[in-house]
């Protein structure tokens, strides 16, 4: 169910659901799991028959060692402009607490070992127990030509910001949390964390040169309280041309979150694109981590390529001249090519009853994925987002207690576009998190928190939900609402499979060369826009629910639907979407 931008979808309200299920939030896969599972007794006296998942390493099921020749993509360094920057992801334990914060499994602070030489610690990780070992921060190294004006200088002091002793949380030692003081003109952009009282030395770490940092803000909580929590942080200004790079360190926060992090993110002052993968490189890519796409067993209307809805009858609508729709021509090359978002245009299926149904059903054989490769995070990533497109979207189902009810036109639209984002680390080259859309919204999952095929290939799987084709990272019903009562999300491991390595490269821009479709210009709704009346449709969905208070939930529930989401509309296209040149969500 893509929807309209300005447009909130039944799902966005009840969106929060999802992570409440737990669908984002998922133990190691078995073969991850070490034979030995009582290992961790010795250092754990108190807790032994716990183990969870963050005592496992999480390793790409993929080997990524070797990628075709470029500029210096997963090359393992880059330099921001007088300092070089290296991600870090062996680490030593320094504290963990063993309950509260996400699904009570606690969480574990560490800091980075086995730097590469020269190179200087600039904060500490953290993590929520609850998932696989599985981050990084950046370690950074002063290369610039001034002797005088240097990018790194130690703090001067340390103030220290919180102690742990007075938590009831079961946690192996006192955590002391310090923040270091900056030179004039330096920031500090994480903390050093210690398990004794005494002040850490100053050369423990690095502050940088406030021009080549930049504001951070606190984006997923780790671990907490009332009066103290861990977040992890990203950079406040996000998009394909911001310089804010991540630096994986955690902040810690005292009393709420409404004060700004004490910390900053990294500035990328050289050319964004520095080490960006080159066509050849995007290949490779795509070759190890284009997902599987699963529908459900049950889909009736399946994805198509663009070209064959076009071929097979697709019609472009001009406002004032509805009697005289034009066929569509390949690539779209008829389609209106301005910048415009008003209603003067739209797309929708073959007039006849016939064609309009053939269309409606889509046509899995053509189906393939288009690419958006795109800058993020400073050029440190390279998000490649893969778009499927669907000719229909079918009805919405709800789920009233134990009843099934099929809500007809109520979601229904033609025209349906859908992606999953891969979010590759420029540095090393892993891929890091996959987003999925859902709803005109969606969810980053860390790689330790996917499925892959258990084939020699070892991609990622992506499940599509019945009829919305909403995408998920594991089968399953997924109910967007509250009580057992809202509207549902289902996916499951059908043979209708999409390999989404066939895939046709639509834009990159700052590859300079890759000619995007005609289509893709396209910026008006890809559906027409229909109303039907709600309260006819509401009265004959009610009849299936005998129970009065179970009718009045059920209606309540779709009439606090928004209205946008009620009425029947196309949605737009990929290019027409925020997320186009920003961050996901
Ligand atoms: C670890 O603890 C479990 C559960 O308490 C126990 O069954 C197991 O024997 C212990 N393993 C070792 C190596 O001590
Ligand atoms: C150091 O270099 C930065 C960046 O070029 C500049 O903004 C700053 O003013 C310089 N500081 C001194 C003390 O020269
Ligand atoms: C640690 O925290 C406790 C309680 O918050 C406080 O009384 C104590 O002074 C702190 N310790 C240090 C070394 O600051
Ligand atoms: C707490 O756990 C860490 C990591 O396992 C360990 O390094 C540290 O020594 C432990 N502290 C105590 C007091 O057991
Ligand atoms: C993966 O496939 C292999 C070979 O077909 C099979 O033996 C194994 O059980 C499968 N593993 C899982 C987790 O399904
Ligand atoms: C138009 O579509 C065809 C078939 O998909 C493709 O081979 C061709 O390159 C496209 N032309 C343009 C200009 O995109």
Redesign the pocket.
Known sequence: MSVNMGIICVCVVLFMAIEAMGIVTRAAPMDQIPENKNVLNKTRPQFQSLTRPIDYTFKLPIATNSWPEGNGFAGGILDLGGLQVSQASTFRKVWCAYDGGQDNQGASVYEPTSLPEGFSMLGSYSQPNNKPLFGYVLVAKDVSSSTSNVTLKPPIDYTLLWNTSSLSTNQNSTLYIWLPVAPDDYKALGHVVTTTPDKPSVDKIMCVRSDLTEQCETSSWIWGSNDINFYDVRPSNRGTQAPGVRVGTFVVQIGGNSNPPSISSLKNLNSISKIMPNEKQIEGILQVYSPFLFLHSDEDYFPS?V?WFFSNGALLYKKGDESNPIPIQ??G?NLPQDPNYDDAYWIDLPVDDANKENVKHGNLESAESYVHVKPMFGGTFTDITMWIFYPFNGPARAKVKFINIKLEKIGEHVGDWEHVTLRVSNLDGQLWQMYFSQHSKGSWVDSSLLEFQNDTTKRPIVYASLHGHATYPHEGLVLLGKNGIGVRDDTDKSSNVIDMRKF?LVSADYLGFV????WLNFFREWGPKVDYNLDDQLEKLKKALLIKKLKEAFEKMIRALPNEMLGEEGPIGPKAKKDWSGDEI
């Open positions: 390529s070209n390949q690539n090359t046709v000619e995007e479709p005609a």
